[in-house]
């Protein structure tokens, strides 16, 4: 069985028809070792951001999204320009570690804002690519060239709704986010870090409506229930859908994530669980694989995995994203990147433990990024192997 793991340098990197074009790497570990897109990129505002750039706004497009939220403001210019270095998750970290009910205000607002930023910038990406992403065409010979029983596991850690519509002209469509598991027979959706048309039933009397407004103010008095529903869009979200108050369910980015940043429903974790002893090989893209939580989910749970890819910009940097993977999850001992850069694929013995494990699983990387992977059918030899 398959298992394809989506960051922010998938859907950065989601167009043909909006290449990344060449320029300085910006570095960090939000970029995903990918090239900015240069001043004159013809995406504008509308591509899918990466971490650090989820506040900045250079375009202009977003100020009165920042304006529905007053509270956003006291913090917001630390997060367009963290000091010191930082990537936008150390600044929120740092934010954060100061406590207080006013900064769990302000944090509220920083959760609207990005569901708001994020429906706007999935809307206006599907405009601008004519729906067109890397995402169908992947999708699309995974399912051609993978056993026709086998489920795919496709796990994002993106907000966005870029892979989501995507799957909809393969059948995948759910109405319940409960039941989206059993949606389809082979194709099962996991989003931990929540996604932007993800609510979440405030613990209120059914007869309570409260505004967004009201929810940041009262953010430190808020409780959640377990119940989870599918919003189309903002204005939906926010006129009291089944005519009860729903708070959107997204994980603020923070820079060492925890389990307490899982924000999926307990099901969907649960099912997860189930699939992982039987998979076999993941193919990593854009992803930076620092997810601490979600490493220790899979540390001693994937027994018959034998081939790891990473779809990165560089040898370097997916064979950094490799190295800690592998040696996060107890796949492997620790290597060093630097040894590998000159190969893209190399067999290593696997760390063996209480369960059957393998003998060696093989590891290999695909420079070039997302559009490259596709456009050129990579995923072909990764799968046939």
């Given at each position: 069985?398959?298992?394809?793991?989506?960051?922010?340098?998938?859907?950065?990197?989601?167009?043909?028809?909006?290449?990344?074009?060449?320029?300085?790497?910006?570095?960090?570990?939000?970029?995903?070792?990918?090239?900015?897109?240069?001043?004159?990129?013809?995406?504008?505002?509308?591509?899918?951001?990466?971490?650090?750039?989820?506040?900045?706004?250079?375009?202009?497009?977003?100020?009165?999204?920042?304006?529905?939220?007053?509270?956003?403001?006291?913090?917001?210019?630390?997060?367009?320009?963290?000091?010191?270095?930082?990537?936008?998750?150390?600044?929120?970290?740092?934010?954060?570690?100061?406590?207080?009910?006013?900064?769990?205000?302000?944090?509220?607002?920083?959760?609207?804002?990005?569901?708001?930023?994020?429906?706007?910038?999935?809307?206006?990406?599907?405009?601008?690519?004519?729906?067109?992403?890397?995402?169908?065409?992947?999708?699309?010979?995974?399912?051609?060239?993978s056993k026709a029983e086998d489920p795919v596991c496709l796990l994002t850690?993106?907000?966005?709704?870029?892979?989501?519509?995507?799957?909809?002209?393969?059948?995948?469509?759910?109405?319940?986010?409960?039941?989206?598991?059993?949606?389809?027979?082979?194709?099962?959706?996991?989003?931990?870090?929540?996604?932007?048309?993800?609510?979440?039933?405030?613990?209120?009397?059914?007869?309570?409506?409260?505004?967004?407004?009201?929810?940041?103010?009262?953010?430190?008095?808020?409780?959640?229930?377990?119940?989870?529903?599918?919003?189309?869009?903002?204005?939906?979200?926010?006129?009291?859908?089944?005519?009860?108050?729903?708070?959107?369910?997204?994980?603020?980015?923070?820079?060492?994530?925890?389990?307490?940043?899982?924000?999926?429903?307990?099901?969907?974790?649960?099912?997860?669980?189930?699939?992982?002893?039987?998979?076999?090989?993941?193919?990593?893209?854009?992803?930076?694989?620092?997810?601490?939580?979600?490493?220790?989910?899979?540390?001693?749970n994937l027994p018959r995995v034998n081939r790891i890819m990473v779809v990165?910009?560089?040898?370097?940097?997916?064979?950094?994203?490799?190295?800690?993977?592998?040696?996060?999850?107890?796949?492997?001992?620790?290597?060093?990147?630097?040894?590998?850069?000159?190969?893209?694929?190399?067999?290593?013995?696997?760390?063996?433990?209480?369960?059957?494990?393998?003998?060696?699983?093989?590891?290999?990387?695909?420079?070039?990024?997302?559009?490259?992977?596709?456009?050129?059918?990579?995923?072909?030899?990764?799968?046939?192997?």
């Open positions: 069985m398959l298992m394809v793991i989506f960051g922010a340098g998938a859907s950065y990197d989601s167009a043909q028809a909006f290449p990344l074009l060449p320029q300085h790497a910006t570095g960090g570990q939000q970029n995903f070792g990918l090239p900015s897109p240069a001043a004159v990129d013809l995406a504008g505002p509308w591509r899918p951001p990466l971490a650090n750039d989820l506040f900045r706004d250079p375009n202009h497009a977003f100020g009165h999204i920042v304006q529905r939220y007053p509270k956003l403001t006291h913090i917001i210019p630390f997060l367009r320009q963290p000091s010191n270095g930082r990537s936008v998750e150390e600044e929120l970290e740092s934010l954060q570690a100061r406590g207080g009910a006013e900064r769990k205000r302000e944090f509220a607002s920083v959760t609207y804002y990005l569901r708001d930023l994020l429906f706007e910038v999935s809307d206006e990406w599907r405009a601008r690519t004519s729906g067109v992403t890397n995402y169908a065409p992947l999708i699309g010979e995974i399912l051609d060239l850690f993106n907000y966005d709704l870029l892979l989501d519509r995507a799957l909809i002209s393969f059948g995948h469509n759910p109405q319940d986010l409960e039941l989206e598991y059993f949606l389809h027979p082979r194709l099962k959706l996991f989003k931990p870090h929540g996604s932007v048309n993800w609510a979440r039933f405030v613990d209120r009397d059914r007869d309570t409506r409260l505004l967004p407004q009201h929810l940041c103010d009262h953010a430190d008095m808020i409780r959640f229930t377990d119940e989870f529903i599918l919003v189309s869009n903002v204005d939906e979200a926010n006129k009291f859908p089944q005519g009860r108050t729903v708070f959107p369910c997204i994980a603020i980015p923070l820079q060492n994530k925890t389990q307490d940043t899982f924000v999926w429903p307990k099901r969907h974790r649960e099912h997860l669980e189930g699939l992982l002893p039987s998979i076999t090989k993941i193919l990593i893209i854009g992803w930076r694989a620092r997810e601490a939580h979600f490493a220790e989910l899979l540390r001693n990165g910009c560089s040898p370097s940097d997916a064979w950094e994203t490799q190295a800690h993977f592998v040696w996060s999850t107890a796949i492997a001992g620790r290597i060093d990147p630097a040894h590998f850069v000159d190969i893209l694929s190399r067999k290593i013995d696997r760390i063996p433990g209480s369960m059957s494990y393998e003998q060696a699983v093989e590891l290999s990387v695909a420079p070039g990024g997302f559009s490259d992977f596709v456009l050129n059918h990579r995923v072909i030899d990764f799968l046939k192997a």
